[in-house]
């Protein structure tokens, strides 16, 4: 499918007059978010996809928000990319498809994004895996 | 098929992880606009609810809808929705045939009464003969299966509304479910309606997530989940702004053609059509149809193959006019206004649950 990226259509909408207003509307919530995480413990997230982004409100959001130290590729039903922003607290999460298009963007609010926890249920099954090698190499 | 699974160990048992779960929910819950933590709310209730049986039939259809399903751009995350469910009867899918593929779906209406979901594609013959499976006639079929379903999802435009089957001159007798369970024909049970003809593919498989974690979602008048369909395809439209200027593509090879202006005068069905197309897009997320130069057919509505020349402006159309503007829809500006208009009316009434 990655094919159809190598036809040559040009898609043109048209105003050029782009504004960021959305962008630090957005900037403002993350300030309350990082105010609730660091008073109340309460982790949130946006959803980028839902929100009517132009290239511009894009742009001052990246800069803004700025690189961090970390970031984790998580290979689960295609690339997932955990990434801290400079602003700590603040992470950016992309998830890809297999074929590497962007399926959903969030900016989660949380000291730890959940894609990063293992959970008890994998840490359970991973063990038993680990026991049953382990008990192999006694034999 | 193992009876006291969860869906959370089934997938587990499949190799699938937390992380690959959590993330097929995220991206779910995302596709419907749920808001932003859902889809972790919607990984916990799943992983602990029974994987639901689920019986799929085809009626009259032409495959399209399990085409959309099972050769979706992002297989490996819709594609888990087979996980999700317990898939037992599905004619294209499943490996058994003749009497033990019957056989596998007698068994499921006798052993979970009332909590099995039955999905549909294809509209139902009531005039007698026109399809049978296994000797029996599709409506008895679908009598027989829905009578102790716990919801019936409808997939695709023929089941919902009746679609193609259903076209003038109707030469089966050719009806949609919500048809046959307003006349008494099929036991009346919860009923969501997917249409598109094919639907799009996370539209089905957010229904379904939706369904199984929340219940039944919110339904517009028309009984199609106002998630995916409660804007019209011209409300998210990237050339909307040329229709409100007034600037028409008159053919598909002239200058407006060129500068990708409105296709509203090719007879565009946007404006009267309600999906996500526009924003879900097709195809690995290339495009979607008015974006690659064609005008949209409308194919979400019920009664879409009868409404005139796919290439007449709707307000010439034999609907008789979307707008009642007739000669105005040459005016341009004034027709976007008046679209607008009673576009955005139909978005309050839907958003009030009128």
Redesign the interface.
Request: aromatic fraction near 6%; charge should be negative; avoid cysteine.
């Given at each position: 499918?990655?094919a159809?990226k190598d036809i040559g259509?040009e898609?043109?909408?048209?105003?050029k007059g782009e504004r960021a207003a959305n962008a630090w509307a957005l900037l403002h919530e993350i300030e309350g978010m990082l105010d609730e995480l660091l008073n109340n413990d309460k982790?949130?997230?946006?959803?980028l996809?839902?929100i009517p982004m132009s290239a511009a409100d894009r742009t001052v959001l990246e800069r803004v928000l700025g690189e961090g130290e970390l970031t984790a590729r998580?290979t689960?039903?295609?690339l997932?990319q955990v990434r801290e922003t400079a602003i700590h607290g603040v992470w950016w999460v992309t998830?890809y498809?297999?074929?590497d298009?962007v399926?959903?963007e969030?900016l989660e609010v949380s000291s730890c994004p959940?894609?990063l926890r293992s959970?008890a249920?994998?840490i359970r099954?991973t063990l038993e895996n680990l026991r049953t090698q382990l008990a192999q190499h006694q034999e | 098929m193992a009876k006291s699974e969860t869906v959370g160990e089934h997938l587990r048992r499949h190799g699938i992880s937390r992380r690959a779960f959590l993330k097929f929910c995220a991206v779910t819950a995302s596709a419907m606009a749920l808001p932003p933590g859902a889809g972790k709310a919607i990984a916990e209730t799943l992983a602990k609810q029974q994987r639901p049986n689920v019986i799929w039939l085809s009626f009259q259809e032409c495959t399209g809808c399990t085409e959309s399903l099972t050769r979706s751009y992002a297989p490996t995350i819709e594609k888990l929705i087979f996980d999700v469910i317990s898939l037992d009867y599905h004619e294209t899918l499943m490996a058994a045939s003749g009497e033990a593929a019957e056989a596998a779906r007698e068994a499921i209406i006798k052993d979970y009464p009332g909590k099995y979901v039955v999905m549909i594609d294809g509209s139902v013959p009531v005039e007698g003969g026109y399809a049978t499976i296994g000797g029996k006639s599709m409506l008895d079929i679908c009598k027989h299966t829905v009578a102790n379903a716990a919801a019936v999802v409808c997939v695709g435009t023929c089941s919902s509304f009746g679609g193609i089957p259903y076209a003038n001159p109707n030469p089966t007798g050719a009806k949609s479910i919500s048809m046959l369970m307003d006349e008494g024909l099929v036991p009346r049970k919860p009923l969501i309606n997917v249409s598109g003809c094919p639907p799009i593919p996370v539209v089905i498989t957010g229904v379904v997530v939706h369904y199984l974690s929340y219940g039944v979602p919110e339904l517009d008048h028309v009984g199609r989940p106002k998630a995916f369909f409660g804007q019209t395809i011209h409300d998210r439209c990237y050339r909307r702004p040329f229709y409100d200027q007034g600037k028409f593509a008159k053919t598909f090879d002239d200058e407006g053609a060129r500068n990708g202006w409105c296709l509203f005068e090719l007879g565009c069905k946007g404006p009267t059509t309600y999906n996500s197309c526009a924003t879900t897009k097709w195809n690995d997320g290339t495009s979607f149809p008015i974006e690659s130069g064609h005008g949209c057919l409308g194919c979400s509505e019920p009664n879409f193959w009868d409404k005139g020349s796919f290439y007449a402006p709707l307000a010439t159309s034999e609907s008789g006019g979307v707008y009642g503007l007739g000669a105005a829809a040459a005016a341009g500006v004034a027709v976007g206004v008046g679209a607008a208009i009673v576009s955005r009316n139909h978005q309050k009434k839907l958003q009030e649950g009128k």
């Open positions: 499918m990655n159809w259509i898609v043109g909408v048209g105003d982790e949130s997230s946006i959803d996809r839902g998580i689960a039903l295609g997932s998830h498809n297999t074929e298009t399926v959903a969030f959940d894609m959970h249920d994998d099954d | -």
